[in-house]
């Protein structure tokens, strides 16, 4: 499963997507839920630019995000100055609309994405890692290009280049501010070789370990229907060629103190050719993701949870799973604006195995490099961290300070030559960052 690891990271999806579904949500990347959606809609309407007698608006979003990142992975360490990842970087989207009749509207969207170090592909050789999803060292990519037609009450039809209706599905119900820093794809580490207790590094990165939550991440070419909400109840499904196709089912509302928010989806990837025609998700796969948010308003207290299941059509092969957990407090404690509190615990599990080599070493040092120098039957990983984010609502920024450690362990290990453990080194990190909105 390690091959396609990469995938479940983007995860992402986490964000490109659902993120940007429309720039009111975009830019609240606090918990507020709805209680300032009239000020902000004003404010877009502010913003909105016309030209003559154009009927079509046009307004334009986004944010700018970098964080610098200490890291360790027990056998050598540095700082990095990076972007927070494909689908969560630096971008600019233009949306618009117009009404066609009463009721009735159609509308556009394109979302550019501006990296110059992909936290993503970052590994402990590449302190500037080229873009996950074009492979580009630098430059501005399309994250997202479609128009859409909308029915206030049958709903919205969505075509272009997009995210799928279950795209970050199980992230977006967190309304606790610390989305963006804390979440379970492995932004900041996906990509980093894994080290040896005898200091070897290995082949095999981190994000290889396991399956780790969001494995379909990523905006693709597909056609998306979203229903109207009915008492706080969603639900959404798209499809692409070659064949993808998913849905999802979504709530969000609030119970006496108590703010509430759940969502779940499936998606499966379907090719006799070998090529899906979503990039993140393995083919002939169906994933299955969950999430759930509660907060209580008057004291501020939160817990928020999310489990996936990647299972594999090839009934020789075991599903693999993602467990992650998330509680803190979110209060105003000063004028800037809600500070919040957390610690996370992520837990994920490859139970089809693999086999790691030695990365860089010569056939002196570790055997031939053409052999494998381990087997294993079973791995998984577990990730736990505490952060701090600081909202600054006359700058619509945040500011972050968080602390991570990752471990893994393997079963079932065969070393060349013999049978014997492998043992290897946590690697950590403390990372401040930023971003601002637009």
Not at 196 to 215: C, E, R
Request: some cysteine; overall charge negative; aromatic content about 12%.
């Amino acid at each position: 499963m390690s091959k396609y690891s990469l995938s479940a990271l983007v995860a992402a999806g986490l964000l490109a997507g659902g993120m940007s579904v429309n720039s009111a949500s975009a830019a609240d990347l606090g918990g507020n839920c709805c209680a300032d959606l009239e000020e902000r809609i004003a404010e877009l309407e502010a913003t909105t630019a016309r030209k003559g007698n154009r009927k079509v608006s046009l307004t334009v979003s986004g944010w700018v995000g970098q964080q610098v990142t200490w890291w360790d992975d027990g056998g050598q360490s540095n700082v990095y100055v990076t972007d927070l990842g494909s689908t969560l970087a630096s971008h600019v989207k233009f949306t618009g609309q117009a009404q066609i009749l009463p009721g009735w509207t159609a509308g556009y969207v394109l979302h550019l994405e501006a990296i110059g170090s992909d936290s993503l592909t970052t590994t402990q050789g590449v302190p500037d890692g080229p873009n996950l999803l074009t492979g580009s060292a630098n430059g501005v990519s399309t994250l997202q290009s479609f128009w859409f037609i909308k029915s206030d009450q049958l709903g919205k039809v969505s075509v272009g280049k997009q995210s799928q209706a279950s795209d970050n599905t199980a992230i977006l119900v967190d309304g606790s501010g610390s989305l963006v820093p804390a979440n379970w794809v492995p932004f900041d580490f996906n990509s980093f070789f894994i080290r040896q207790k005898n200091g070897v590094l290995t082949d095999t990165t981190w994000g290889g370990v396991g399956t780790w939550g969001d494995v379909n991440g990523a905006p693709t070419n597909s056609v998306r229907y979203d229903s109207p909400s009915f008492g706080g109840f969603s639900v959404s499904a798209s499809w692409g060629e070659d064949d993808f196709w998913d849905v999802a089912a979504r709530y969000a509302g609030e119970w006496a103190d108590f703010k509430v928010a759940a969502a779940a989806a499936y998606s499966q990837t379907n090719s006799s050719s070998g090529n899906s025609a979503n990039v993140l998700q393995p083919f002939d796969t169906g994933y299955f993701q969950v999430g759930a948010y509660v907060e209580h308003m008057p004291t501020g207290l939160f817990a928020y949870g999310a489990y996936g299941n990647l299972n594999f059509h090839d009934s020789s092969a075991s599903s693999n799973q993602t467990w992650y957990g998330k509680a803190g407090i979110r209060q105003r404690w000063n004028p800037l604006g809600h500070t919040v509190l957390y610690g996370e615990y992520e837990h994920v599990e490859n139970r089809n195995g693999g086999s790691i080599y030695a990365n860089g070493t010569t056939p002196e040092e570790v055997g031939d490099p053409d052999n494998p120098l381990y087997t294993y039957g079973r791995a998984s990983a577990r990730l736990w961290g505490a952060g701090v984010v600081q909202e600054i609502d006359s700058a619509a920024m945040s500011l972050w300070l968080k602390y991570r450690n990752i471990d893994a362990s393997f079963k079932n290990v065969e070393i060349e030559g013999g049978d014997g453990g492998l043992a290897t080194d946590n690697i950590q990190e403390v990372t401040f960052g930023a971003l601002i909105n637009f």
